[in-house]
């Protein structure tokens, strides 16, 4: 009889057969949360993180310069040359500091940037009847600059107005010496307008290096003479420059 009702309740309640029989009950969807300690052996979830360009930075930059400043007289000033006047290539080196800020969108990145610096660049030359010099001094620029980035690199053009104390001289020589009533100079802060590309890194969440190119271009500027003849200077500049900058927000964003 005992037998009988033992294969019964095998028939119908399984598990209550095995508390029964001495064996811990399993329910087979849900496992024994006693000995299922996986969810304490798995490692912790890692949310990806992307380096964001976005904010405020400040900086400082080295670098070289070169360029052409040609002056002219098409009314006597220059008489020995014809008129066509003579050029010389300033270069030299120079520094400054930048800052700006940027804006990040998916990779692409949009931002201001002012540069404020020294640029040590001269020449002169004569001929034996002209006599040209060009001298450089402070500088400063107001550029945007629209980049792609590639996480840690940024890739940009930038372009906008350009400032340069600029000091243009000449003359007509004779016998190895300047004509006195043939001679100018002019000094002036000349406002001009500048191209360049460069490359970012950010070797720190908070550091960049860069490197970078600029063309400025700053027209004619005039001037005359005793005698009353009227000179035309015409200047322009490239520049490759090395840079640091440091950012003034936290690093990396989370991944969105």
């Known amino acids: 009889m005992r037998k009988v009702v033992f294969v019964a309740l095998s028939a119908f309640f399984p598990p209550l057969l095995a508390g029964l029989s001495g064996e811990p009950a399993r329910a087979a969807d849900l496992g024994d949360w006693r000995q ?11 949310v990806p993180r992307y380096f964001s360009w976005t904010g405020f930075y400040i900086g ?5 310069v070169t360029g052409d400043s040609s002056s002219a007289s098409f009314d006597g000033g220059f008489d020995a040359v014809g008129g066509e006047g003579l050029t010389v290539h300033p270069s030299g ?6 800052a700006g ?11 201001v940037e002012v540069d404020l610096g020294t640029l040590g660049a001269d020449d002169e030359d004569s001929t034996g009847t002209a006599y040209v010099d060009a001298e450089y001094g402070g500088y400063g ?4 600059r629209l980049g792609f980035a590639d996480d840690r690199w940024l890739f940009y053009l930038k372009g906008g107005l350009a400032l340069a104390n600029i000091e243009n001289t000449a003359s007509a020589v004779a016998g190895g010496a300047i004509v006195g009533t043939d ?4 000094e002036e802060t000349r406002l001009g307008w500048t191209l360049g590309a460069g490359a970012e890194y950010a070797f720190h969440p ?10 400025m271009d700053f027209g004619d500027d005039r001037s005359g003479n005793a005698d009353g003849d009227t000179f ?12 640091v900058n440091y950012r003034l927000q936290q690093g990396p964003a989370p991944l969105r």
């Open 141 to 144: 620029a107001l550029t945007g």
């Open 60 to 64: 400082g930059n080295l670098g070289y």
């Open 101 to 111: 800020y940027n804006w990040q969108a998916g990779n692409f990145v949009a931002g």
């Open 36 to 46: 299922d300690r996986s969810y304490k052996d798995e490692p912790p979830i890692y």
């Open 93 to 98: 080196f120079m520094g400054g500091l930048q």
């Open 183 to 186: 001679f100018t100079q002019t």
């Open 232 to 243: 035309t200077h015409d200047n322009d500049l490239h520049s490759i420059k090395v840079g």
């Open 206 to 215: 908070n550091w960049s290096m860069k490197i970078e190119y600029m063309y």
